[in-house]
Nanobody, 123 residues
Framework: QVQLVESGGGLVQAGGSLRLSCAAS????????MGWFRQAPGKGREFVVA????????DYADSVKGRFTISRDNAKKMVYLQMNSLKPEDTAVYYC????????????????WGQGTQVTVSS
């Protein structure tokens, strides 16, 4: 069992930065690939980025490549999403998710989800 709690969302101007955090609980956290997804108003949830259990590999959506960076600290059971050069189209609720032993962009392959944190980018 893994429980996830996101934090760090807020309101930022276009071009600004935010750092999202995802705190995990559970003894097996280090066996989970972790991902960030987002859902904008009126749209479906979309993949943003994922990282392997070891942190050795990552997978980014084209829309965030070069602007967002995912990292994890297994000792602290934390996952981070550094978001730079933010755009109004990045406005969404951001979700942290855990997939057992996987690096995946597929929403249905994630086993656990956080409650989400709102990110709003003003123009």
């Amino acid at each position: 069992q893994v429980q996830l709690v996101e934090s760090g969302g807020g309101l930022v101007q276009a071009g600004g930065s935010l750092r999202l955090s995802c705190a995990a609980s559970g003894r097996t956290f280090s066996r989970y690939g972790m991902g960030w997804f987002r859902q904008a108003p009126g749209k479906g949830r979309e993949f943003v980025v994922a990282i392997t259990w070891s942190g050795g590999s990552t997978d980014y959506a084209d829309s965030v490549k070069g602007r967002f960076t995912i990292s994890r600290d297994n000792a602290k059971k934390m996952v981070y999403l550094q978001m730079n050069s933010l755009k109004p189209e990045d406005t969404a609720v951001y979700y942290c998710a855990a997939a057992y032993l996987l690096l995946t962009a597929q929403e249905e392959e994630y086993d656990y989800w956080g409650q989400g944190t709102q990110v709003t980018v003003s123009s």
